[in-house]
């Protein structure tokens, strides 16, 4: 039987915030068309100063502040503090933007403001719900501002797959998920290494594969798991690539091949 699918998403999450591909009008609506008969949809709450302040300085914090972006990135580090909650008994999704793999303690690139991965697992971590994580990051675009703030720490493993060629990838995720142990297994989830994509790389169906692969590591530990949307631009495909995923991570079929 199929974990339940749940994802976290905010309407907030379909303005356009910036000018970037990443807050790009039609981009969340296309993932919504995809999914939303097939998941269940809960309501993103904000993140607190708390948790960001756990992360970021107050000087990076005061920057995005300045720009009119702290609502919009806190409410994504918010929905991913919950899809980590929910992800330490069922799988589940953060459905956000702006992303947050580029986002340092005190600096941003790439359309990240916040780091929402690294603000949600600390946030388990200082709550006592986890002793140690792992982040799978497979988005095209290595994850600098993850590792900036969690590579240091001995309770966190982080995997950003550089193989060039598919099989290759797809084989040192699976190394990786099998040998190593974690309380909750968190993927960055970025689909810009699409084969239609900017990347040219991953079928639809490797993204289900690797859902896959991440809930067989986390029952097989015992543990939790969940994703958070990074990158992907071509919303012809982003939806399909989401859903794809999704159903690995939850366990069930996946529904289609049109665009793999």
Aim: proline share 3%; hydrophobic share 40%; glycine share 10%.
């Amino acid at each position: 039987m199929p974990a339940k699918r749940t994802v976290y998403f905010h309407e907030d999450f379909y303005r356009v915030y910036t000018s970037d591909p990443a807050a790009a009008e039609g981009r969340m609506e296309a993932v919504i068309k995809a999914i939303r008969s097939k998941v269940n949809l809960v309501e993103a709450d904000g993140a607190s100063e708390v948790d960001i302040a756990s992360v970021h300085t107050p000087e990076h914090m005061a920057w995005v502040r300045q720009r009119g972006l702290f609502d919009i990135a806190a409410l994504a580090a918010g929905a991913t503090i919950q899809s980590a909650l929910t992800g330490m008994t069922d799988p589940s999704f953060a459905l956000v933007r702006p992303p947050g793999h580029h986002a340092s303690a005190g600096s941003a690139w790439g359309f990240c403001y916040f780091n929402n991965m690294a603000i949600a697992l600390s946030h388990l971590k200082r709550n006592g719900h986890i002793s140690t994580a792992l982040v799978l990051d497979f988005d095209l675009h290595f994850g600098d501002g993850t590792v900036n703030i969690l590579g240091d720490k001995d309770w966190v493993t982080i995997l950003n797959p550089e193989a060039g060629q598919r099989d290759r990838y797809l084989a040192q995720v699976r190394h990786t998920l099998e040998t190593s142990k974690a309380d909750i297994i968190g993927v960055s989830a970025g689909f810009d290494n699409h084969v239609r994509d900017w990347g040219g790389l991953l079928a639809t169906e490797d993204y289900h594969q690797m859902g896959t692969m991440v809930r067989l590591a986390s029952e097989r530990q015992g543990g939790g798991c969940f994703g958070v949307l990074e990158g992907g631009y071509n919303h012809d495909v982003l939806g399909q690539n989401v859903l794809a995923f999704i159903e690995g991570l939850s366990g069930a079929e996946w529904s289609g091949a049109a665009q793999s």
